[in-house]
């Protein structure tokens, strides 16, 4: 037996900055030019369009005005002005009006589709100056609920509104409501057995007591005496002990007294997962550190680390110095030979360090983060997507075919297919019929695998990806046509499976299961699912919505023997917003998601199917960045979710009501998260009128509730709650918003 001394909690993890919604952004630079964004609604006819008004105003003397949103349909009113889009999502305008001396300029840009909510809005505006130098511009946001028209929109001559109003909110924070109190052995996630063994110990030990004959992930944690006892297999240390001294113990290694207990505890899920894009947006690897760490407290195993996609290459790989040369790096350009294109926020600068527009993990950087992981019992699982989702590679190995190597060119000259991805791009689909898509990964499964060696640490997986493969992406390619001719190949759809069998058997090769998306493994021939199947770690299954016509993709996995992992979109997707608040940070079209869509994401209720047949290895939850920023926006998005995830992922059975998840939520951490210096989603109060009196109630216990009568945002300064009060004819529109720990919520709005 030894004594454990290693403290995980206590560190910096991060520093916590107050989620402000009301929106200046790149505050922290010096310009000479501001751009205002605001909008008045929606226009009442069909299709759903809306006015957005971008003024300019300072130096306006430059060439270009350059920005991101959204990539939808799109013109500007002006006829003497032009909006050209440089890449999807990514838009620049010239005018004669600007460079003339004039104090602003305003351009009136009418955008198809309706303004969901605030990741909608646009952003990264720079200038493009006469030289072709990029500046930084100060952007002011305003927010998108001035008035009702802003988040109403018509559909089929009526209008809906998705807002939660005041009533419902107050509702659902009364159902919240719980006279339970949990006990100090009631953590997120739960533990499988507490047995109290009378009296109570004031802890000055913490030991831990190896013993090889445990089952993996099994443990003991026997409170007695003075000394806190672990016992579980070596490698399961962490896995026991850092929930236990975080949660329980508060982060002290001492001094806390405790019921004495006997705890038994172990895991439903082998595979308990959490997929972080950096792709989209960057995060650092101190970041990454910090994720690690709050997985290990939340008995989280497995890290899907989405690398490399469409918008940019996240990690060097020797050899291929293009991936990260081009790939890392987003500005501005109309060519795309030095670097990509800005397709998400940014400044135009692609050396520029502020954002989350440009970087990538060294060799080195990737290095420490597995070994980081192992010692937290954390496998990560790479993802290099392929053969869709690559226009990065693409585009580096490009620039590598202009400099004269073909090696690893990934299409061909001469190719007129034409095809839109699902992000709205026509040219980043690997080609299967060349032989630089398997040489590219190969040399990255390669460099990949000596990564792991060198740190000395078991790669157990590589995920290819293997979805969204655009219809009709080889249409025009003379090279697949003949290739698909010559290989008894009948369709594209075939072609794709060719592709993902050779990755297989490439990762087979060097002993690495191969992961991937849903489409890995349907629709197939029987041929390929015998030859694929013994190769495959994991399928994370997400298209699970009913209203989608495939509600039953989990269960017919599990049918066909595919090891799944549970990704539903609708409980397990934490990129989606909280709620349907246009002032949400998120997508919206897998519905909203929280902790308690995640709380009750049952592998009975997500694949009924295993009730009776074996398959399902794991859950996982996906953060997708593209509206992603900043650290404290990842944060932000995975707190308090992490809370549902963890308590599914760990009990498959019920375990916690709402309420009590709720309850631990507020008490034990939200405190947690708070002193480890993480910002986190804060609920929204409610405001209900009863008997003509106006009440208000919050989701914690703690908080303070600041409120105003005339339609206007509450801030820091407007009146607290403290009682109900009389609502009058002068009261126009009742508003208010939860400040907690100096974190405010989003407003909460009475009726429209």
Request: net charge negative.
């Amino acid at each position: 037996m030894k004594k454990i001394t290693t403290i995980i909690i206590g560190l910096a993890w991060g520093t916590a900055t107050p989620v402000v919604h009301a929106d200046v952004i790149n505050n922290d630079i010096s310009t000479r030019t501001t751009v205002t964004w605001s909008t008045e609604g929606h226009l009442s006819d069909t299709p759903v369009r809306y006015i957005q008004h971008i003024t300019v105003s300072g130096d306006t003397d430059f060439k270009r005005l350059a920005f991101n949103q959204f990539a939808r349909g799109a013109k500007i009113l002006n006829p003497s002005d032009t909006l050209i889009e440089i890449v999807p999502g990514y838009y620049a305008i010239a005018s004669p009006r600007l460079g003339i001396g004039a104090d602003s300029v305003t351009f009136d840009i009418e955008t198809r589709g309706r303004l969901i909510n605030f990741s909608y809005a646009p952003d990264g505006f720079h200038r493009v100056n006469h030289d072709g130098t990029t500046e930084p511009i100060l952007i002011i946001r305003r927010e998108p609920t001035a008035n009702k028209a802003q988040w109403q929109f018509p559909v089929k001559d009526t209008v809906k509104d998705e807002m939660p109003y005041g009533p419902v909110i107050y509702n659902f924070n009364e159902s919240l409501q719980t006279s339970w109190t949990p006990g100090p052995y009631d953590i997120i996630p739960s533990y499988k057995s507490v047995h109290l063994t009378g009296g109570t110990s004031t802890i000055k030990y913490l030991a831990f007591n190896p013993d090889t004959a445990m089952r993996p992930e099994h443990y003991r944690i026997q409170v007695s005496g003075d000394s806190v006892i672990v016992t579980s297999c070596p490698q399961d240390q962490w896995l026991a002990y850092a929930p236990f001294q975080t949660k329980v113990m508060g982060g002290r290694d001492q001094g806390v007294t405790l019921p004495n207990a006997i705890i038994e505890d172990y895991p439903d899920m082998t595979y308990r997962g959490l997929m972080i894009d950096i792709a989209r947006n960057y995060q650092t690897p101190r970041t990454m550190h910090h994720i690690l760490q709050l997985m290990a407290v939340n008995r989280l195993n497995h890290l899907h680390f989405h690398i490399a996609d469409d918008e940019a290459w996240r990690l060097e790989i020797p050899g291929l110095p293009e991936l990260t040369d081009i790939g890392s790096r987003r500005g501005y350009t109309t060519d795309e030979t030095e670097f990509l294109p800005q397709i998400f926020g940014g400044d135009g600068n692609p050396d520029s360090k502020r954002g989350s527009a440009n970087g990538y993990f060294t060799r080195q950087d990737f290095i420490d983060l597995i070994k980081h992981a192992n010692t937290l019992g954390i496998t990560v699982i790479p993802e290099i997507e392929s053969p869709g989702h690559a226009r990065a590679a693409i585009r580096a190995m490009e620039s590598r075919h202009r400099h004269g190597d073909d090696t690893y060119r990934l299409i061909h000259d001469g190719d007129t297919s034409r095809y839109t991805s699902a992000q709205a791009f026509h040219d980043n689909v690997m080609n299967p019929a060349l032989p630089g898509p398997y040489r590219f990964m190969g040399k990255v499964i390669s460099e990949i695998a000596n990564m792991y060696q060198e740190a000395d640490v078991p790669l157990q997986g590589i995920h290819i990806g293997g979805d969204e493969v655009a219809r009709g992406a080889w249409n025009g390619s003379a090279v697949a046509q003949k290739f698909m001719a010559d290989n008894n190949i009948p369709d594209q759809h075939q072609l794709h499976a060719y592709f993902v069998e050779q990755i297989a058997d490439t990762l087979a090769r060097h002993g690495i299961p191969m992961f991937g998306w849903q489409e890995v493994a349907l629709g197939h021939s029987a041929e390929y699912d015998r030859h694929v199947r013994p190769l495959t770690g994991g399928i994370n299954c997400w298209s699970t919505l009913a209203a989608s016509g495939h509600a039953d993709v989990t269960d017919r996995a599990v049918r066909g023997g595919w090891p799944v992992i549970l990704s539903n979109v609708n409980h397990l997707y934490f990129d989606m917003s909280y709620t349907d608040h246009p002032g949400e940070r998120g997508l919206k079209w897998g519905g909203a998601t929280d902790e308690f869509s995640a709380l009750n994401a049952y592998t009975s209720r997500l694949c009924p199917i295993s009730d009776s047949i074996p398959g399902v290895i794991g859950i996982s939850a996906q953060i997708f960045a593209e509206t992603i920023r900043s650290p404290q926006q990842l944060y932000n998005l995975l707190l308090p979710k992490i809370a549902g995830l963890s308590e599914r992922a760990w009990n498959k059975k019920e375990t916690y009501t709402p309420a009590q998840l709720n309850t631990l939520i507020a008490m034990r951490e939200i405190p947690m998260w708070q002193n480890a210096g993480f910002t986190y989603h804060v609920r929204m109060p409610g405001i209900k009128v009863i008997d003509d009196m106006v009440h208000m109630n919050s989701p914690y216990p703690d908080g303070i509730i600041r409120y105003t009568t005339d339609g206007s945002e509450p801030a820091e300064n407007s009146p607290i709650y403290n009682t109900p009060f009389e609502l009058t004819s002068e009261m126009s529109n009742v508003r208010a918003r939860l400040y907690l720990n100096g974190i405010p919520s989003l407003s909460a709005i009475l009726h429209p």
